[in-house]
T-cell receptor
Framework: EAGVAQSPRYKIIEKRQSVAFWCNPI?????LYWYQQILGQGPKLLIQ????????DSQLPKDRFSAERLKGVDSTLKIQPAKLEDSAVYLC??????????FGPGTRLTVL | AQRVTQPEKLLSVFKGAPVELKCNYS??????LFWYVQYSRQRLQLLLR??SRESIKGFTADLNKGETSFHLKKPFAQEEDSAMYYC??????????????FGQGTILTVHP
């Protein structure tokens, strides 16, 4: 089966600019996760969706980060405006409810 | 709040030697523990979970609730085991079903 798809794979922007990431989960997976992985650290959950509803966004910096999952399939994560400390790999994962999480290849963001 | 600690950032062994990657956790409830692995230029993937109690690629891990540990072990390391290993914890039940908290990761290098 096709895996989780993410785009772009790499993005370089200047601070205070905006950026958006896209994720297409595995077909039939109702749960979608966005993680932030800063260099040298493990992934940290930013937001979890169940279908198109938010289950957990307690660690999402809501003053600059936003995410949506319209129609309960694809999802976008946006940062506006970006800061230097947002440089990281952004991972998308999907699962059936309570099932194993399958990860995408990630988007590497560099903020200059 | 839950926390996962992997005390070793780097671990080097020779082929054929035993290997143990340490993981300690803190969580007041009943946790699910996982080991994830990321091989060079590949996606993050599940290696094993404690509830399945199975050996994957020769690796085993036992949940020790008394010591709050979930160490990953393999009796004879192979060069192809070289990778980044993450210990992760999931809180059972509640609305954040499947949310993972990751440790910082351990880079395992197996020398020929």
């Amino acid at each position: 089966e096709a895996g989780v798809a993410q785009s772009p794979r790499y993005k370089i922007i200047e601070k205070r600019q905006s950026v958006a990431f896209w994720c297409n989960p595995i077909s039939g997976h109702a749960t979608l996760y966005w993680y932030q992985q800063i260099l040298g650290q493990g992934p940290k959950l930013l937001i979890q969706f169940q279908n198109n509803g938010v289950v957990d966004d307690s660690q999402l910096p809501k003053d600059r980060f936003s995410a949506e999952r319209l129609k309960g399939v694809d999802s976008t994560l946006k940062i506006q405006p970006a800061k230097l400390e947002d440089s990281a790999v952004y991972l998308c994962a999907s699962s059936t409810r309570g099932g194993e999480q399958f990860f995408g290849p990630g988007t590497r963001l560099t903020v200059l | 709040a839950q926390r996962v600690t992997q005390p070793e950032k780097l671990l080097s062994v020779f082929k054929g030697a035993p290997v143990e990657l340490k993981c300690n956790y803190s969580y007041s409830g009943s946790p699910e523990l996982f080991w994830y692995v990321q091989y060079s230029r590949q996606r993050l993937q599940l290696l094993l979970r404690h509830i399945s109690r199975e050996s994957i690629k020769g690796f085993t891990a036992d949940l020790n609730k008394g010591e709050t540990s979930f160490h990953l072990k393999k009796p004879f390391a192979q060069e192809e085991d070289s990778a980044m290993y993450y210990c992760a914890l999931s809180t059972a039940g509640g609305t954040s079903y499947g949310k993972l908290t990751f440790g910082q990761g351990t880079i395992l290098t197996v020398h020929p």
